[in-house]
């Protein structure tokens, strides 16, 4: 992902791209794709792109990649 540096602005992404989420978490994109249209993980769609929330990535990874203890913080 291609950042733009701007002053004031946190050094740790806020989004993922579905893409860059399902790599860091070790599934698929289609996967990842699938779990988000079945309401299963959160994302934003801005027009027809989706993003993916950094920080729930991240309480994924320190829950040990399970998506309901992580929705529960």
């Known amino acids: 992902m291609t950042r733009i540096s701007r ?3 946190p ?5 993922y791209s579905v893409g860059e ?3 860091l978490l070790g599934v698929s994109a289609m996967t ?9 993980f ?3 769609r801005i027009r ?8 729930f990535v991240d309480e994924l990874l320190k829950a040990g990649v399970d998506p309901d ?5």
Request: charged share 35%; no cysteine.
């Open 42 to 44: 959160p994302a934003v």
């Open 48 to 55: 027809k792109r989706l993003i993916v929330p950094a920080g």
């Open 21 to 23: 989420a399902a790599q």
């Open 32 to 40: 990842l794709y699938r779990a988000i249209a079945e309401g299963e």
């Open 7 to 9: 002053k004031n602005e």
């Open 11 to 15: 050094a740790e992404p806020r989004f």
């Open 69 to 73: 203890a992580a929705r529960e913080k």
